[in-house]
């Protein structure tokens, strides 16, 4: 049925002796900065656009101060994100 140890926890438990074996605040805030972390990171791709499509979105960036590379991050970003849908 139960094993030396499930019994030795499950007595713990009963008797409200159990006791936590690691600090869970510190085990979240290394799950959280793990997250964090991998969802920071870049990849670096190549990607075919039309030269009209480069040159508009280029011009635009101009206008507002932004890298073209932001504006193309930011749409992928949002249609990934389900904040943008493409129309079939």
Do not use: C, W
């Amino acid at each position: 049925m139960f094993d030396a140890e499930e019994m030795a926890i499950l007595n713990a438990l009963e008797n409200d002796k159990l006791v936590q074996s690691i600090d869970a605040d510190e085990e979240i805030a290394l799950a959280r900065k793990a997250a964090k972390e991998y969802l920071s990171k870049s990849k670096n791709i190549t990607i075919r656009l039309s030269l009209g499509d480069v040159t508009t979105i280029k011009n635009k960036a101009q206008e507002t101060g932004i890298p073209y590379q932001t504006i193309i991050s930011s749409l992928v970003h949002q249609y990934a994100t389900g904040k943008i849908r493409l129309e079939a």
